[in-house]
């Protein structure tokens, strides 16, 4: 026990950039005694590695060498989730209990901490959010532990920014919002922060057309992928009803006549629309569809734009520049969505179309 407790001081010190004289230095020890704990010749006493583990960001099991997810701390998170989604608030005396037993675990401080935020947010309580937010950044001191991917820094920023602004606190939530912020995911809430409890609309503009151009390409992304789950499991009725849907969502926000970088996706997807007619027995609609991709196709290509300077509701639509991988032209994400079908039929009425006028 005591040579893993050796390596793992070593380990965690040299992991977190630390030599002996700076743990020495915090723990109020000499650095001699760090060294001799790391050769395995003495062992710190329960108190200093009680105080070595929160140095590290750890736990006192993890420290000696345990394995950190053993199957009492792994139940007791698992009962903490279950409160949650049964929304029993006796979960929130199960959390302290649990913090006192794992005070150093990333998943108990965690579900702890979603407790609180969640029934804080509920009630109105703003003793249960301030105590939300204080196991959130104790969480953020652990998070190497962390093994679930849909959890993050930027994921406990989000529920910190909340749990501020519920508590009456939007400047704060704004400050948090903006400090991460990759690829501005979180430009919809920073510009509903601003044009509402900040009341400063003129601020909020750009961060509401980012997240609206941003929210257009993922859901086009979104669209395509449902599209071709339901064509390779034949589904070929509810692969058209969403193509119908998004390309009238899609026509919301074009401006008259004006070409703009939702046109060459569009393009791909009324080709997919001609085929699910053609699928499903829509003939005559699978040759207007066709027909209208190769006019759309016609008319991006000869005044092409990729940007957002021809959509509503964007400010500043110049700034927005799309990149993708259907081709060159318009006209050759048509040939290209054609080709993936790989229906002879469809083909044969491209052909067809093609030739037209």
Known sequence: MQLALAENIRRYRKDHGLTQQR?????????????????GLTAPDLGLLVELADLFGTSVDALLGYEMHSSGQA?????????????????????????????????????????????GLMARDEALLRRAVGLMERSLLLLEQNADPKISALSIHVDMANAWSSMGDDEKMLEILKKDDPRGINDDMIGLCLAGALDRPEEAKGYLSSALVGTLARFIRIVMGYENVFFKQGDFASGRDLIRLALDFFEGFREPDRCDLLDKPCVALRVSLAYAELMT???????????????????????????????????????????????????????????DMDSEALAKMWEEVDRED
């Open 23 to 39: 743990v020495a230095d915090a723990l109020g020890v000499t650095p001699g005694a760090v060294y001799k704990w790391e050769a």
């Open 75 to 119: 139940d007791t998170a698992a009962r903490l989730k279950a409160y949650l989604r049964g929304r029993d608030m006796a979960g929130l005396a199960e959390a302290e209990k649990a913090l006192l037993r794992y005070p150093n675990s990333f998943d108990i401080v965690h579900e702890s901490a979603e407790l609180y935020y969640n029934f």
């Open 281 to 339: 027995g829509g003939g005559e609609r699978a040759w207007t569809e066709l027909r209208r991709a190769k006019e759309l196709a016609r008319r991006f290509d000869q005044a092409p734009s990729y940007s957002a300077e021809g959509m509503r509701f964007v400010w500043g639509g110049k700034e927005y520049t799309a990149f993708d991988d259907l081709g060159q032209t318009a006209r050759d994400s048509l040939l290209k969505a054609v080709h």
